[in-house]
Protein backbone atom coordinates (compact mmCIF):
# COMPACT_ATOMS: atom_id res chain seq x y z
CA UNK A 1 0.00 0.00 0.00
CA UNK A 2 1.79 3.32 -1.05
CA UNK A 3 -0.30 5.72 0.27
CA UNK A 4 0.17 5.72 4.03
CA UNK A 5 -3.38 7.43 4.57
CA UNK A 6 -5.48 6.25 1.77
CA UNK A 7 -9.06 7.10 1.65
CA UNK A 8 -11.82 4.01 2.22
CA UNK A 9 -15.24 3.31 1.64
CA UNK A 10 -17.50 2.20 4.75
CA UNK A 11 -21.04 0.62 3.75
CA UNK A 12 -23.68 -0.12 6.75
CA UNK A 13 -26.22 -2.03 5.84
CA UNK A 14 -28.89 -2.02 8.48
CA UNK A 15 -32.93 -2.84 8.97
CA UNK A 16 -33.91 0.15 9.23
CA UNK A 17 -30.76 2.70 6.82
CA UNK A 18 -28.60 2.11 4.72
CA UNK A 19 -24.86 4.46 4.57
CA UNK A 20 -22.01 4.25 2.28
CA UNK A 21 -19.24 7.00 3.36
CA UNK A 22 -15.64 7.87 2.86
CA UNK A 23 -13.45 8.97 5.35
CA UNK A 24 -9.95 8.18 6.61
CA UNK A 25 -7.87 5.79 8.65
CA UNK A 26 -8.37 8.07 12.04
CA UNK A 27 -11.82 7.87 11.37
CA UNK A 28 -12.64 10.76 9.93
CA UNK A 29 -15.66 11.03 7.37
CA UNK A 30 -15.39 12.97 4.09
CA UNK A 31 -18.66 12.22 2.34
CA UNK A 32 -21.73 10.11 3.18
CA UNK A 33 -25.51 8.90 1.41
CA UNK A 34 -27.54 7.50 3.38
CA UNK A 35 -31.01 5.71 2.61
CA UNK A 36 -34.01 4.27 4.24
CA UNK A 37 -34.53 0.60 4.02
CA UNK A 38 -37.52 -0.46 2.49
CA UNK A 39 -37.83 -4.23 3.98
CA UNK A 40 -40.60 -4.59 1.21
CA UNK A 41 -37.74 -4.27 -1.33
CA UNK A 42 -35.62 -6.75 0.54
CA UNK A 43 -32.18 -7.48 0.18
CA UNK A 44 -32.86 -6.96 -3.61
CA UNK A 45 -33.31 -3.16 -3.37
CA UNK A 46 -31.01 -2.02 -0.99
CA UNK A 47 -28.23 -3.78 -3.32
CA UNK A 48 -30.16 -1.89 -6.20
CA UNK A 49 -28.95 1.59 -3.66
CA UNK A 50 -25.92 0.43 -3.70
CA UNK A 51 -24.94 -0.84 -7.13
CA UNK A 52 -26.64 2.84 -7.74
CA UNK A 53 -24.42 5.16 -5.39
CA UNK A 54 -21.00 3.40 -5.16
CA UNK A 55 -19.68 3.89 -8.46
CA UNK A 56 -19.62 7.77 -7.51
CA UNK A 57 -18.56 7.86 -4.69
CA UNK A 58 -15.51 5.75 -6.17
CA UNK A 59 -14.53 7.93 -9.16
CA UNK A 60 -15.30 11.17 -6.88
CA UNK A 61 -12.93 9.87 -3.85
CA UNK A 62 -10.59 6.67 -5.25
CA UNK A 63 -10.89 4.71 -1.81
CA UNK A 64 -8.46 1.94 -1.85
CA UNK A 65 -10.52 -0.81 0.22
CA UNK A 66 -14.53 -1.13 1.12
CA UNK A 67 -15.44 -2.02 4.96
CA UNK A 68 -19.11 -3.09 5.86
CA UNK A 69 -20.47 -3.79 9.22
CA UNK A 70 -24.02 -5.94 8.34
CA UNK A 71 -26.84 -5.98 10.33
CA UNK A 72 -26.75 -9.79 11.19
CA UNK A 73 -24.22 -12.61 11.42
CA UNK A 74 -21.74 -12.77 8.84
CA UNK A 75 -18.91 -15.00 7.77
CA UNK A 76 -15.81 -12.73 8.47
CA UNK A 77 -13.56 -14.83 6.25
CA UNK A 78 -15.31 -15.41 3.03
CA UNK A 79 -17.52 -12.32 3.56
CA UNK A 80 -20.92 -14.44 2.96
CA UNK A 81 -24.29 -13.35 4.86
CA UNK A 82 -25.17 -16.29 7.12
CA UNK A 83 -28.74 -15.01 8.25
CA UNK A 84 -30.96 -11.86 8.12
CA UNK A 85 -33.27 -11.96 10.57
CA UNK A 86 -34.19 -7.94 9.80
CA UNK A 87 -34.60 -8.07 5.81
CA UNK A 88 -35.14 -10.28 3.67
CA UNK A 89 -33.11 -11.89 0.26
CA UNK A 90 -30.27 -11.88 2.70
CA UNK A 91 -29.60 -15.20 4.12
CA UNK A 92 -26.52 -17.08 2.13
CA UNK A 93 -25.57 -13.97 -0.19
CA UNK A 94 -21.25 -14.06 -0.74
CA UNK A 95 -21.63 -10.22 0.09
CA UNK A 96 -17.99 -9.75 -0.14
CA UNK A 97 -17.58 -11.34 -3.46
CA UNK A 98 -19.91 -9.35 -4.73
CA UNK A 99 -19.23 -5.96 -3.44
CA UNK A 100 -15.54 -6.60 -4.70
CA UNK A 101 -16.59 -7.64 -8.05
CA UNK A 102 -19.14 -4.39 -8.86
CA UNK A 103 -16.13 -2.59 -7.16
CA UNK A 104 -12.85 -3.59 -8.01
CA UNK A 105 -11.42 -2.95 -4.59
CA UNK A 106 -10.39 -5.09 -1.70
CA UNK A 107 -13.51 -5.52 0.82
CA UNK A 108 -14.12 -6.66 4.19
CA UNK A 109 -17.03 -7.45 6.27
CA UNK A 110 -18.04 -7.90 9.66
CA UNK A 111 -21.14 -8.20 11.92
CA UNK A 112 -22.52 -4.11 12.16
CA UNK A 113 -21.61 -4.55 16.21
CA UNK A 114 -18.64 -5.84 15.66
CA UNK A 115 -17.57 -3.15 13.32
CA UNK A 116 -19.12 -0.62 15.95
CA UNK A 117 -17.31 -1.91 18.80
CA UNK A 118 -14.39 -1.69 16.87
CA UNK A 119 -15.19 2.30 16.00
CA UNK A 120 -15.57 2.90 19.73
CA UNK A 121 -12.91 1.12 21.00
CA UNK A 122 -9.98 2.91 18.24
CA UNK A 123 -11.95 6.21 17.80
CA UNK A 124 -14.90 6.81 20.41
CA UNK A 125 -15.63 6.16 23.51
CA UNK A 126 -13.35 2.92 24.35
CA UNK A 127 -10.02 4.82 23.63
CA UNK A 128 -7.61 3.96 26.27
CA UNK A 129 -9.31 0.86 27.41
CA UNK A 130 -9.38 -2.93 27.02
CA UNK A 131 -10.86 -5.10 26.21
CA UNK A 132 -13.77 -2.92 25.42
CA UNK A 133 -17.27 -4.78 25.31
CA UNK A 134 -20.01 -2.59 23.06
CA UNK A 135 -23.96 -3.13 23.04
CA UNK A 136 -25.88 -2.05 20.39
CA UNK A 137 -29.69 -1.51 21.33
CA UNK A 138 -31.53 -0.69 17.88
CA UNK A 139 -33.94 -2.56 15.90
CA UNK A 140 -32.17 -5.10 17.36
CA UNK A 141 -29.23 -5.68 20.01
CA UNK A 142 -26.04 -7.22 19.05
CA UNK A 143 -22.30 -6.83 20.80
CA UNK A 144 -19.05 -6.90 19.96
CA UNK A 145 -15.74 -7.22 22.06
CA UNK A 146 -12.32 -5.38 21.62
CA UNK A 147 -9.36 -6.43 22.77
CA UNK A 148 -5.64 -4.80 21.97
CA UNK A 149 -7.61 -3.18 19.22
CA UNK A 150 -9.35 -5.97 17.58
CA UNK A 151 -12.20 -7.77 17.15
CA UNK A 152 -12.20 -10.72 19.03
CA UNK A 153 -13.73 -14.19 17.15
CA UNK A 154 -15.30 -17.17 18.29
CA UNK A 155 -16.02 -19.93 15.95
CA UNK A 156 -17.12 -19.20 12.96
CA UNK A 157 -19.88 -17.68 12.46
CA UNK A 158 -20.89 -15.18 14.85
CA UNK A 159 -20.01 -14.17 18.51
CA UNK A 160 -20.79 -11.85 21.17
CA UNK A 161 -24.44 -12.16 20.57
CA UNK A 162 -26.17 -10.66 23.42
CA UNK A 163 -29.30 -9.90 22.41
CA UNK A 164 -29.95 -13.72 21.90
CA UNK A 165 -28.64 -14.88 25.39
CA UNK A 166 -31.37 -16.71 27.22
CA UNK A 167 -32.14 -14.69 29.80
CA UNK A 168 -34.21 -17.72 31.46
CA UNK A 169 -36.04 -20.95 30.76
CA UNK A 170 -38.60 -20.28 28.48
CA UNK A 171 -35.53 -18.38 26.40
CA UNK A 172 -36.84 -14.74 26.54
CA UNK A 173 -34.05 -12.88 25.18
CA UNK A 174 -32.54 -9.32 25.76
CA UNK A 175 -33.59 -8.62 21.90
CA UNK A 176 -37.17 -9.08 22.74
CA UNK A 177 -37.36 -6.93 25.53
CA UNK A 178 -34.80 -4.57 25.06
CA UNK A 179 -34.72 -3.58 21.43
CA UNK A 180 -36.21 -0.12 19.73
CA UNK A 181 -38.85 -2.67 18.62
CA UNK A 182 -40.04 -4.54 21.45
CA UNK A 183 -40.07 -0.80 23.14
CA UNK A 184 -42.71 0.13 21.10
CA UNK A 185 -44.69 -2.81 21.47
CA UNK A 186 -44.29 -2.13 25.18
CA UNK A 187 -45.45 1.46 24.93
CA UNK A 188 -48.36 0.30 22.86
CA UNK A 189 -49.17 -2.49 25.16
CA UNK A 190 -49.42 0.17 28.02
CA UNK A 191 -51.13 2.84 26.53
CA UNK A 192 -54.87 1.81 27.69
CA UNK A 193 -53.50 1.64 31.17
CA UNK A 194 -51.76 5.05 31.51
CA UNK A 195 -54.62 7.17 29.52
CA UNK A 196 -53.11 10.43 31.23
CA UNK A 197 -49.33 9.76 30.55
CA UNK A 198 -47.53 12.46 28.61
CA UNK A 199 -45.79 9.35 27.09
CA UNK A 200 -49.30 8.24 25.82
CA UNK A 201 -50.14 11.14 24.59
CA UNK A 202 -47.35 11.80 22.16
CA UNK A 203 -47.79 8.26 21.11
CA UNK A 204 -51.15 8.45 20.58
CA UNK A 205 -50.83 11.67 18.09
CA UNK A 206 -47.89 9.66 16.20
CA UNK A 207 -48.53 5.91 16.14
CA UNK A 208 -45.68 3.74 14.96
CA UNK A 209 -41.88 3.94 16.32
CA UNK A 210 -43.40 4.94 19.97
CA UNK A 211 -40.03 4.83 21.46
CA UNK A 212 -38.81 8.14 20.04
CA UNK A 213 -40.86 9.83 22.49
CA UNK A 214 -39.33 8.23 25.05
CA UNK A 215 -36.95 11.04 25.80
CA UNK A 216 -39.31 13.86 25.96
CA UNK A 217 -41.49 12.40 28.45
CA UNK A 218 -38.89 10.60 30.69
CA UNK A 219 -37.35 14.44 30.97
CA UNK A 220 -41.20 15.25 31.96
CA UNK A 221 -40.77 13.13 34.74
CA UNK A 222 -43.67 10.77 33.47
CA UNK A 223 -44.27 7.85 35.31
CA UNK A 224 -45.35 5.38 32.49
CA UNK A 225 -42.16 6.39 30.75
CA UNK A 226 -40.15 6.01 33.55
CA UNK A 227 -41.27 2.69 34.11
CA UNK A 228 -40.65 1.56 30.30
CA UNK A 229 -37.39 2.85 30.77
CA UNK A 230 -36.67 1.33 34.29
CA UNK A 231 -37.91 -2.29 32.28
CA UNK A 232 -35.68 -2.03 29.42
CA UNK A 233 -32.45 -1.11 31.70
CA UNK A 234 -33.34 -4.01 34.06
CA UNK A 235 -32.94 -6.19 31.27
CA UNK A 236 -30.05 -4.71 29.74
CA UNK A 237 -28.09 -4.95 32.68
CA UNK A 238 -29.05 -8.47 33.79
CA UNK A 239 -27.73 -9.31 29.84
CA UNK A 240 -24.15 -7.68 30.82
CA UNK A 241 -23.77 -9.14 33.82
CA UNK A 242 -23.24 -12.49 31.87
CA UNK A 243 -20.82 -10.23 29.79
CA UNK A 244 -19.04 -9.21 32.87
CA UNK A 245 -18.77 -12.66 34.85
CA UNK A 246 -17.55 -13.97 31.16
CA UNK A 247 -15.06 -11.66 29.95
CA UNK A 248 -14.86 -8.59 32.74
CA UNK A 249 -14.04 -5.70 29.89
CA UNK A 250 -12.54 -2.78 31.04
CA UNK A 251 -15.15 -0.57 29.97
CA UNK A 252 -18.71 -1.11 28.95
CA UNK A 253 -20.52 0.93 25.75
CA UNK A 254 -23.99 1.23 25.33
CA UNK A 255 -24.95 2.68 21.12
CA UNK A 256 -27.63 2.34 18.89
CA UNK A 257 -30.71 4.22 18.81
CA UNK A 258 -31.88 2.96 22.23
CA UNK A 259 -28.97 4.14 23.79
CA UNK A 260 -29.94 8.07 22.78
CA UNK A 261 -32.10 8.24 25.57
CA UNK A 262 -28.71 9.31 26.88
CA UNK A 263 -28.11 9.40 30.82
CA UNK A 264 -30.83 8.21 32.20
CA UNK A 265 -30.63 5.20 30.29
CA UNK A 266 -27.20 4.87 31.13
CA UNK A 267 -27.81 5.98 35.11
CA UNK A 268 -30.62 3.24 35.01
CA UNK A 269 -28.81 0.20 33.70
CA UNK A 270 -25.83 1.30 35.99
CA UNK A 271 -28.00 0.83 39.08
CA UNK A 272 -29.43 -2.63 37.78
CA UNK A 273 -25.50 -4.22 37.09
CA UNK A 274 -23.92 -3.70 40.10
CA UNK A 275 -25.88 -5.89 42.06
CA UNK A 276 -26.07 -8.39 39.78
CA UNK A 277 -22.18 -8.57 39.69
CA UNK A 278 -19.72 -10.81 42.19
CA UNK A 279 -18.04 -9.46 44.94
CA UNK A 280 -14.68 -10.05 43.64
CA UNK A 281 -15.67 -8.41 40.34
CA UNK A 282 -17.00 -5.27 42.50
CA UNK A 283 -17.33 -2.02 41.53
CA UNK A 284 -17.24 -4.19 38.14
CA UNK A 285 -16.50 -2.32 34.09
CA UNK A 286 -16.78 1.43 33.50
CA UNK A 287 -20.10 1.95 31.51
CA UNK A 288 -19.91 4.62 28.95
CA UNK A 289 -22.75 6.02 26.23
CA UNK A 290 -21.39 5.44 22.29
CA UNK A 291 -19.53 8.65 21.77
CA UNK A 292 -19.57 8.40 18.08
CA UNK A 293 -23.61 7.77 17.59
CA UNK A 294 -25.07 6.70 14.86
CA UNK A 295 -21.65 7.08 13.10
CA UNK A 296 -19.99 4.05 15.05
CA UNK A 297 -20.82 1.49 12.28
CA UNK A 298 -18.88 3.47 9.27
CA UNK A 299 -16.11 4.66 11.50
CA UNK A 300 -15.35 0.76 12.45
CA UNK A 301 -15.89 -0.16 9.00
CA UNK A 302 -13.23 2.19 8.30
CA UNK A 303 -10.51 1.16 11.16
CA UNK A 304 -11.81 -2.45 9.34
CA UNK A 305 -10.58 -1.47 6.57
CA UNK A 306 -7.45 0.17 7.38
CA UNK A 307 -6.86 -2.75 10.00
CA UNK A 308 -7.05 -4.83 7.24
CA UNK A 309 -4.93 -3.25 4.67
CA UNK A 310 -2.20 -3.18 6.66
CA UNK A 311 -2.15 -6.51 7.11
CA UNK A 312 -4.30 -8.86 5.14
CA UNK A 313 -3.76 -11.89 6.95
CA UNK A 314 -5.33 -11.02 10.05
Known amino acids: MND ?24 TILDRRRCTVN ?14 ILPELIALHHPAAIGVGYGGPVNWRTGQVVKSYHVPGWTGFL ?10 LPVFVENDA ?18 VFYVTIGSGMGGGLIHEARIYHGASPTEAEIGHLALDRSRLRPEDVCSGWSIDRSIREGLATNPESILTRLSLGS ?22 LETAAGHIAHALSHVVHLFNPEILILGGGVSLLGEPLKTAVDFHLRPLLMDAILPGPGLRLSELREDAVPVGALALAAQCLRNPAS
Do not use: M, Y
Not at 40 to 51: A, K, N, P, T, V
Not at 95 to 104: N, R
Not at 207 to 228: M, S
Open 95 to 104: LGPWLKEISG
Open 207 to 228: PGGEARHLAQAIAENDPFALQI
Open 4 to 27: PHPRLLAIEIGGTKLQLSVGTSHG
Open 114 to 131: NAAALGEAVHGAGRGFDP
Open 39 to 52: PERGGEGIRSEIQR
